[in-house]
């Protein structure tokens, strides 16, 4: 089962920094897509709306905002929203707006993060979409070096903003990190060569020539997760990838990314994802097939 996602070809020219446009709907109705620019997408009265963002689906709340990377599959549908006055801002700009040796000053850092991070999909907390919303709808009222500056100096008041949290799981849109860590580097390329087999904290601590409680304390400090929850993490990526890409059967997908339970890979995927494994096939499937 091939999902085919419409490459879209997005409003926003060469000679443009970015371009942004509002809608009042009562539905949703553009299917599952992706585009090289990065998206900032802000919505409002639509609760009850599905979400779908690379391997994450969950239905969403009567406002939200949302960064999209770089080719990063999504598409939000009406679901269960009654609301005949859906309020949708969206804004995209160039993936290479800011040249990279840009993003690498020091005053530059917490944006660059969250662009890297952007490439996983992320999703802003109430009250910091609370702060931004008015300049976001009043964006499209300033014009030429002073409208740069403000989107800007949005996004790096949204990089500097409390809880936001990452959508979609890594492996499955080939998301690679820079943790500014060798070891790292290497414990994480190992455990994505080798996801498909048991992994256990001592292998991977010797990788890196440190004991397993340093190491266990040093991968959470630069990663922010534990090693386990990594891990898995890492597999259900994989899974996800494979429900919607391949025919094999659930039992297939789970032997296939390291379970060794269908029971427990059950578990835990409803734990992560909101809903089964099977739910999640025909979730991600149903009315997001489009042919090209």
């Not at 990063?72 to 949708?88: A, D, F, G, M, Y």
């Not at 094999?248 to 379970?259: H, I, L, R, T």
């Not at 409803?270 to 489009?290: A, D, I």
């Amino acid at each position: 089962m091939q999902t085919n996602i419409l490459r879209e070809i997005t409003p926003l020219t060469s000679s443009d920094c970015f371009t942004i446009f509002t809608r009042v709907k009562s539905e949703f109705d553009f299917p599952l897509h992706c585009h090289e620019e990065l998206e900032l997408n802000f919505i409002l009265n639509a609760k009850g709306a599905k979400r779908v963002v690379g391997d994450h689906i969950a239905e969403i709340d009567d406002v939200e905002l949302v960064l999209v990377g770089s080719n990063l599959p999504h598409v939000w549908q009406t679901h269960k929203c009654k609301s005949n006055e859906i309020r949708e801002v969206t804004i995209q700009f160039h993936k290479d707006l800011f040249d990279d040796k840009f993003l690498r000053r020091n005053q530059l850092s917490f944006i660059r993060n969250m662009l890297e991070r952007s490439a996983r999909g992320i999703i802003f907390s109430k009250p910091t979409i609370e702060q931004i919303t008015p300049r976001l709808i009043a964006l499209n009222q300033k014009q030429g070096f002073d409208s740069v500056l403000e989107l800007l100096s949005i996004l790096h008041d949204l990089s500097v903003s409390r809880n936001m949290h990452t959508l979609s799981d890594a492996p499955f849109n080939n998301v690679e990190f820079s943790y500014n860590s060798r070891r790292i580097g290497k414990a994480v390329d190992y455990m994505n060569q080798n996801f498909q087999k048991t992994i256990t904290l001592t292998e991977v601590a010797r990788l890196a020539n440190m004991t397993d409680v340093s190491f266990s304390r040093f991968f959470k400090t630069r990663t922010g997760i534990t090693f386990m929850d990594s891990l898995l993490e890492m597999r259900l990526g994989h899974a996800s990838r494979l429900l919607i890409d391949t025919t094999q059967s659930v039992s297939e997908v789970a032997y296939n990314c390291g379970f060794n339970n269908i029971s427990n890979f059950n578990r835990l995927f409803k734990k992560k994802k909101g809903c089964t494994p099977k739910e999640f096939r025909e979730n991600y499937s149903y009315g997001n097939r489009v042919f090209i």
